[in-house]
Each structure stands twice: as C-alpha cells, then as structure tokens.
C-alpha cells in the first residue's frame, strides 16, 4: 500500500502552500490526503518555527535592521546573503542624492538670479523705447501730412492712354498726335526752344538724356501717322506700344 506521505508531494494544495511561502506568505496547515499526513506536516512547521527558521527573502536580505546596532540617524543594516550588497548600494545612493541636491541647489540660486536680472533688462528696455516714442512723437507729431503732388498732366496723359486701349482708329490716331505735342512741351520745359518738335529733338545733343532714342523712335512713327501721303498702317498694338516709349520719356522728367 502506498504511504500517505509520498503521496503528499503530489498534492496540489502542498505545493501551492510552498510556492506561497516563498514569496513571504505561511500557511500553517496544509491539507493532506489522510489525518497523518497533516498531523506530521504540522509538527514539522512547529519545530521549524521553534528552531528560528526564516522565510526565502530573509534568508536572500535579512529581516531588517537590529534594534541593537541602528539608531535612527544611522544607516539601515541588512543581514541575509546579499544584505551587503544592499547597504553598499544605498550608501553610494545616499552620496549620489546629496550632491545632486547641492547641484540643484547651485542651480536654482543662478537660476532665479538670471532670470530676475532679465526680467529687470526687460523692464528697462521697454521704459526707454516707450520714452524715444513719446520724445518722437513729440517732435513729429506736429508735422503736416507730406502732400502728394500730381502732375496735371497725368490726367491728360491717362485719357490718351486709354483711347489706344479702344477699337476706335482715330482714337488711336489723336493719341500719338498729342503725346507728341507734349514731348515738345517736355523738350521746351528742359530748355530746347523751337518752333517744332521735330526742331527741338534736333537741338538735343546725343546721350544727352537715356530716353533719347525712344524720343526719337515715336517721333518719327508720329510722322509716318501725320503724313496723309503715307501707307503707313497702324494698329492697336502699336499705338499702345509707341505711347509706352512717349511715356517713359515723360518719366524720366517726372513729367506725368
């Protein structure tokens, strides 16, 4: 017949029950197949806890300190296999902390201090630019708005210019006619006297101002337009493109 007690380590209660204890837990009775088998295994427990038998983790890191050897200002103790270990480990912790503590310490002073100079720089600065805007205006704000001068021929100008932009040839036609009027009116302005415009832009000596060429480039299209005898055919494109080149002549001499 098979004993009880052979049978007990494949109890499943038993074995939970060891588990358990390794991880700091008791279990003062274990159930047993019979009466025996428990009535031993509590007499074993008994005589283990009479015997001072620790638990897996004490036996790895002790049970702590001993009231005899630590006080409450000094370091904790720890007994077990690796309870040296420990306490070298949290002595160098303890030194670790307390510089970084010192350091953060260090920090915080320069920190605020910074901080506390720049928000006075901040300050200062915005005291004095408020002060420069106040003095400016002060001394600015009392001046008339600039005026803005048009030049009375810019309306003028603006009529003919639009009158190329139509489908009307003759439109066309007049727009050339009086832009070359007024380029006589530009010469005579810049002290070129003559009777014609074409007498005038033979008084300027060349290079004598850089829209010179196209001065005489539109004169002579105006001619070719005037001439009744001319086969001369002019289109919408050009006329816009010879009123550019009168325009950028009166540019030039802040004319329009």
């Not at 991880?23 to 159930?31: I, L, W």
Request: proline share 4%.
């Amino acid at each position: 017949m098979t004993d009880p007690v052979y049978l007990s380590y494949v109890n499943i209660q038993y074995w939970y029950c060891v588990i358990y204890s390794i991880f700091g837990g008791t279990c003062t009775e274990v159930d047993s197949i019979n009466g025996n088998v428990e009535a031993t295994l509590s007499a074993g427990a008994n005589v283990g806890a009479q015997s001072g038998k620790v638990d897996f983790w004490s036996w790895l890191f002790g049970g702590g300190a001993s009231t005899d050897v630590v006080s409450a200002s000094a370091p904790v103790v720890h007994g077990g296999l690796f309870g040296p270990m420990l306490d070298t480990i949290f002595f160098f912790g303890n030194l670790i902390g307390a510089f970084i503590s010192f350091l953060w310490s260090i920090y915080s002073f320069l920190a605020y201090t910074v901080s506390g100079l720049l928000f006075l720089a901040i300050v200062g600065l915005l005291v004095y630019l408020f002060s420069i805007r106040f003095s400016e205006g002060a001394l600015y704000g009392s001046l008339p708005p600039q005026s803005i001068n048009v030049h009375p021929l810019r309306d003028r100008w603006q009529l003919l210019l639009n009158g190329t932009r139509s489908n009307d040839p003759k439109l066309w036609r007049q727009g050339i006619l009086e832009a070359d009027i007024i380029l006589g009116e530009v010469l005579t302005s810049v002290g070129y006297i003559g009777k014609t415009t074409s007498g005038q832009i033979l008084l300027v000596p060349e290079n004598a101002f850089v829209t010179l060429p196209f001065a005489w480039e539109a004169h002579r299209i105006r001619n070719f337009v005037s001439a009744s005898s001319s086969n001369y055919i002019l289109t919408q494109q050009e006329a816009f493109r010879v009123m550019k080149l009168y325009e950028q002549v009166f540019q030039e001499f802040n004319f329009i």
